[in-house]
C-alpha cells in the first residue's frame, strides 16, 4: 500500500450496517473479532489526515505553484471517504429498509456506530452486491482521479469481494488496458484483512470462509493488508489500540 499523501486514495466502507448484527438471519459466528474496532480506527485516521490537510491549507504561507519539474513532491490529496449502504430488495432480507432491529425503532439498514457517515462524506445506496451496480461509484473514482482504493466492510465473500472484482475488472483506477494506461493494476484495489469480517457458511467456519475469500482476491484481483499498514499510509499508526 503506497502513502496516501502520494497517491489519491479513497476509502470504501461496505455495507457496515446494523443489519448484520441479526443473529437468525446470518448466524452468530462472524469473523475478525477486532472489526470494528479497526473500521473506526481506519476511518478516524481518514478524517484526522484530511483535517491535518485543510490545516495546512488554510495556514499555508506560500501559495505559489510547485515548479513544473517537481514531479518527485508529494501531492497534497485527501483522502475521499464513501460509504456504501445496502438496501434488499427483498422483503425477507435483515437489510430491507423496512425492518428494525429487534427491541428498538433503529432501521437495519442503518449504519454501524462505528461507521457512521459524518455529513459530508458520500453515502452510496445499493441494491446488488457489487458497488458499482446501479450507483455512481465508478464516475465518482473517475472524477476524483483516485488511484488508490481502499476496502473495509461485510461481508468479505459477499459484497465486499463482488465490489473488489468489479473495481479491478473496470480498471477504474487505471492500469493497462485502462482510460489512462498509468499501469496502477490491482493493486491499487486495497483490502482490509482485520476491517472486513463474513458469517460461516455451509459447514465451514467464519474464519476459515474468511480466510478462502481474501486468498483468492489477493494478487489476483486485490493487494491485502491489515489495519496497521492503512493507519501507516494515513501517518496515523499510533491510532492502533489508542
Not at 490545516?55 to 490529496?77: M, R, V
Not at 476524483?144 to 465473500?157: C, E, N
Request: proline share 6%; with cysteine; charged share 15%.
Amino acid at each position: 500500500m503506497r502513502p496516501a499523501v502520494s497517491t489519491p486514495t479513497a476509502i470504501l466502507l461496505v455495507d457496515i450496517q446494523e443489519g448484520f448484527k441479526h443473529p437468525t438471519h446470518w448466524g452468530e459466528s462472524r469473523s475478525t473479532p477486532s472489526f470494528e474496532s479497526n473500521v473506526e480506527a481506519i476511518l478516524s485516521a481518514a478524517r484526522a489526515y484530511n483535517t491535518r490537510l485543510e490545516t495546512n491549507h488554510a495556514t499555508a504561507t506560500d501559495p505559489a505553484p510547485a515548479p513544473a519539474d517537481a514531479g518527485s513532491t508529494p501531492s497534497q490529496h485527501a483522502v475521499q471517504i464513501i460509504h456504501i449502504h445496502h438496501h434488499s430488495l427483498s422483503p425477507t432480507s435483515a437489510l430491507h429498509p423496512t425492518h428494525r432491529i429487534a427491541g428498538s425503532s433503529t432501521p437495519s439498514v442503518a449504519a454501524n456506530p462505528c461507521a457512521a457517515p459524518r455529513p459530508h462524506e458520500a453515502v452510496l445506496v445499493k441494491h446488488h452486491n457489487s458497488s458499482f451496480v446501479g450507483t455512481d461509484l465508478e464516475a465518482r473514482l473517475r472524477a476524483a482521479g483516485v488511484r488508490q482504493l481502499v476496502v473495509l466492510g461485510l461481508t468479505t465473500d459477499h459484497c465486499v469481494s463482488t465490489t473488489v472484482r468489479f473495481a479491478a475488472n473496470l480498471q477504474v483506477l487505471g492500469g493497462e488496458g485502462g482510460p489512462d494506461g498509468n499501469g496502477e493494476g490491482v493493486h491499487g484495489v486495497v483490502v482490509v484483512r482485520d476491517a472486513t469480517a463474513t458469517f460461516a457458511r455451509g459447514g465451514f467456519d467464519a474464519e476459515t470462509v474468511h480466510a478462502v475469500s481474501l486468498a483468492s482476491l489477493d494478487g489476483e484481483f486485490a493487494q491485502v493488508v491489515e489495519t496497521k499498514d492503512v493507519l501507516g499510509a494515513l501517518g496515523a499508526l499510533g491510532a492502533l489500540g489508542a
